[in-house]
């Protein structure tokens, strides 16, 4: 125990002295290092766009789908660096995600039929704009599998919402959201009875099976989605796929694309062609073209009809209205993207080496003068679609999505067959570059290249296979998004990076300077919900009650203790533990376990979080913190007792320790000493303009806090000297040492951080 005491003091005092990196300055040349490691000026190049230096920041952060992990993963560009995994389909442990029970509650709220999903296909992520730019308040990303899309809060990278799509069995389209984040979009992909758990045979495909696009309502106080203002269009089952809000001319307007307008049913087993042959057969599918804004008045107005409780607009109703109508589009096509002045649709057409540019402006006269080619078998009015299209621009084989550029008409479009991406102006209709890719693109993606406002600079390609670009880890390859640098005419493609945790198919970038994410909660937040946790409690509060089998404990966190240390219950007890992180400082997280009872909470500073388990196995189970949060992190336990029925104790008192006086009066000097230190600290902070600096003043109340809890104690170990109980005067002094080591930790990285950032005396 002195032993641990002395080296972390020593840890402390290393620290202030501040040890400057003093490592033999390098004799080794730039030439020298190009040399030993074979590599060439065009990678020096590369590097140079992409290496973020020690300590210094990325210009954009990126939130990728995490595919099958049922995760979004964020990392940053240029450097490709991941920085977080956010749990939201799927339990994640580190984050407590599905291992608490305030997250367990947003978990549950993607239960389908009652039945809990632990993973999810994630596809797209969108960041909510305002006026069409991304304004870095929330993210929503889809399911696939189990129609669900889940809110994402960007103040502190947390799943806060998840909502089950009532009328669909599968979502691939989503999440897309209108130019003020009024409405979140989602489309169905595979068509299905809207009635829920309805059968009906495969034979009644054309009359039974519909596809949709849900527009979910978007709270932007809240943060939630309001599900009873959200609403759907019943579209025909032509397996629709991607959406786009329209924006500027075209705002109040979405489009969906979709494949499979053949409506083929396959049948391998019955002898009749696959899917795939009978889904593409014809030249053109139809891009669906929405007027959400009006749709949303009809269903004000009352004209749609409820399936499993959620507005649905029927097909002739979105008809009569003039909500609905379609265009041909070539061929089994894949993206839809609306450019950022909002003028035109482009859509790649999978089977088609062709980009094809659709004009709203010729939509809109086109609707204007009634003037359609035709109607499709549900009565929907169908444009010619010379008359809706701009330009057709031959890219390559298998364009799929596009993205935009910060200059004007420039557009980038993903070949998938060819491995490539297309530069090119979709104003002119003319090919500008081509740049090969490793291996088979799927989306791709510029920075805020959704947006009214692109910034150019990069682009990632999100590729599908990876084959030899990685050392080899077996046959499940990881993937590849590949960062091109897009500043000048010509692409230059910089740096691979794996990304191991599922296939992220899409994935949006915004400026790192939009985001502003807090360090700390409001003391005692629930931060699942935003709101007061009931279970939270102030330092002195802790406390611990029984009632029946029911055991509450209401408990705090501060390094390097959890309060209480000792929670003693009987066997086949309810336990619920409420915890509140009382620390102030950034990055001050503790973690919460109890040994084998498969809860683990991470709790910020601020947050209250709450494990319940039934404590159904008798025996002594240590939990303990998880993040090592300070030198005497491991020492930051406790024991759960979870006494037999009938259990009598046989001991009175615990065993005790021997010290002499001696101890005693060390620990005193120890103490007096390390006051010098912080009084030096202190002296130091105070002399400068410490207050211009936030992250400062947070330290230092922290400090000051840990300080403050030393109140007391003098008093309390001299009465025990007095008493000669030496154990008990040593601990109590050494736990004035205790909080006045992590003052000093404090005030020493305030110190620290303030002469790094330039402070200035004051007089
Ligand atoms: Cu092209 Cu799901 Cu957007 Cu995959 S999707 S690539
Ligand atoms: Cu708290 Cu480790």
């Known amino acids: 125990m002195i032993n641990t005491s002395k080296r972390a003091l020593s840890l402390v005092l290393a620290a202030g002295i501040g040890l400057t990196a003093t490592a033999a300055l390098s004799t080794e040349t730039l030439q020298d290092v190009l040399k030993r490691r074979n590599l060439s000026q065009q990678d020096l190049l590369a590097a140079a766009k992409t290496y973020v230096p020690t300590g210094k920041r990325d210009e954009f952060v990126t939130f990728s789908s995490g595919g099958q992990s049922g995760q979004v993963i964020v990392y940053g560009v240029p450097s490709m660096r991941i920085l977080k995994y956010i749990g939201v389909f799927t339990p994640e442990p580190w984050q407590g995600y599905g291992y608490d029970a305030n997250s367990k509650a947003v978990l549950d709220q993607g239960k389908i039929d009652g039945k809990t999903i ?35 809060d960007l103040r502190d990278f947390e799943t806060k919402q998840i909502v089950v799509n009532p009328i669909y069995k599968s979502e691939h389209g989503g999440a897309f959201v209108t130019t003020n984040t009024e409405y979140v979009i989602e489309a169905a992909q595979y068509p299905a009875p809207l009635e829920n758990k309805k059968f009906y045979p495969l034979e ?25 203002d959200s609403f759907s269009f019943e579209l025909p089952p032509y397996w629709q796929d991607l959406s786009d809000a329209g924006k500027g001319p075209s705002e109040g307007w979405a489009f969906t694309n979709s494949f499979c307008a053949e409506r083929y049913v396959g049948g391998i087993e019955k002898g009749r062609p696959p899917y795939e042959a009978g889904c593409s057969a014809k030249d053109t599918d139809y891009l669906h073209v929405m007027n ?25 109703v979105a008809v009569k209205e003039g909500l609905l109508f379609l265009v041909p589009e070539p061929k089994s096509p894949h993206g839809v993207d609306v450019t950022p002045d909002g003028k035109y649709i482009v859509v790649g057409g999978k089977l088609d080496t062709h980009a094809s540019v659709y004009s709203f402006e010729k939509i809109q006269a086109a609707i ?30 298998g364009p799929l999505h596009t993205q935009y550029d910060s200059k ?14 297309a530069k090119w102006d979709y104003c002119a209709g003319k090919v500008l570059d081509k740049l090969s890719v490793h291996y088979n693109i799927g989306h791709l993606m510029t920075m805020e290249g959704d947006s009214t406002k692109p910034a150019g600079k990069y682009l990632v390609a999100l590729n599908k296979l990876a084959i030899d670009r990685f050392v080899p880890v077996g046959p499940l390859h990881p993937q590849n998004h590949q960062l091109i640098d897009i500043s000048n005419d010509k692409m230059q493609l910089l740096y691979d990076m794996p990304l191991p945790l599922g296939e992220p198919h899409y994935a949006v970038s915004i400026a790192a300077s939009k985001l502003k994410p807090g360090v700390r909660y409001k003391v005692g937040t629930d931060s699942r919900t935003d709101k007061p946790h009931p279970g939270a409690v102030r330092a002195g509060e802790e406390r611990t009650e029984k009632k029946g089998n029911k055991v509450t404990v209401w408990g705090t966190l501060i390094r390097s203790h959890i ?134 003043v947070a330290m230092v109340e922290d400090a000051f806090d840990q300080l403050g809890k030393t109140k007391g104690l ?43 950032n330039g402070a200035k005396k004051i007089k």
């Open 118 to 152: 632990t993973w999810g296909d994630t596809h797209h992520p969108a960041i909510s704009e305002t006026n069409g730019e991304y304004d870095g308040q929330f993210l929503f990303i889809n399911d696939k599998a189990n129609p669900r899309l889940a809110v994402i």
């Open 204 to 228: 009644e495909m054309n009359e039974k099976y519909r596809g949709g696009v849900t527009y979910w309502k978007f709270d932007r106080k809240e943060g939630r989605i309001v599900p009873k």
């Open 292 to 316: 959400w804004k009006k749709a949303a008045e009809v269903v004000k107005a009352g004209k749609a009809k409820k399936i499993n409780g959620h507005n649905v607009i029927p097909i002739d």
């Open 368 to 397: 204007k003068a009634g003037k359609f080619e035709s109607k499709d078998p549900y009565g929907i009015p169908v444009i010619g679609m010379k008359d809706a299209l701009h330009v057709q621009v031959p890219l390559g084989l």
């Open 408 to 421: 004007a008409c420039v557009a980038y479009t993903s070949l998938y067959v060819d491995s490539q991406v």
């Open 563 to 696: 309060t209480p240390e000792t929670i003693e219950v009987d066997v086949g007890d309810e336990v619920t533990i409420h915890l509140t992180n009382l620390e102030r400082a950034q990055d001050e997280t503790h973690g919460f376990t109890v040994s084998t009872y498969n809860v683990h909470a991470s709790i910020e500073p601020g947050k209250t979080v709450s494990v319940k388990f039934k404590a159904d196995k008798e025996g002594v189970y240590p939990y303990y913190c998880t993040e090592f949060c300070s030198a005497l992190h491991l020492e930051m336990m406790g024991y759960l007792l979870v006494k037999p029925k009938g259990w009598k104790p046989t001991k009175v008192g615990l065993a005790k320790g021997t010290y002499t006086e001696a101890d005693y009066k060390a620990t005193v000097k120890k103490v007096a000493d390390t006051q010098a230190i912080i009084d030096s600290v202190v002296a130091y902070i105070t002399s400068v303009n410490y207050k211009d600096f936030p992250d400062v």
């Open 714 to 756: 003098k008093e309390k170990h001299e009465a025990f000297a007095a008493k000669k109980d030496w154990e008990q005067a040593n601990l109590w002094a050494e736990q004035i040492w205790q909080y006045q080591v992590k003052t000093a930790d404090l005030g020493l990285r305030a110190k620290t951080y303030l002469e790094q």
